[in-house]
């Protein structure tokens, strides 16, 4: 094979699917890790929510409403 203008070319091209390849990978981490993020938010807002509702019930009996 010769290394003129289109080997070398070849080279980069391969060069950059790899990278490619690699980014492809790491995005696809990045939106699993994403939605696992997301999932621990809204358990978290579910909680907080439940959690003000047990309390708010509690200080209307000790406090009631005027």
Do not use: W
């Not at 070319?9 to 696809?28: F, G, K, N, P, S």
């Not at 358990?43 to 439940?50: D, F, G, I, R």
């Amino acid at each position: 094979m010769s290394d003129g203008p289109d080997s070398l070319i070849m080279v980069y091209l391969r060069r950059l699917d790899e990278r490619m390849d690699r980014v492809t990978a790491d995005v696809q981490e990045v939106k699993a890790r994403m939605t696992s993020v997301e999932q621990q938010v809204a358990n978290l807002a579910a909680t907080q929510a439940s959690q003000y509702a047990i309390l708010s019930t509690r200080l209307d009996l000790v406090e009631p409403a005027r």
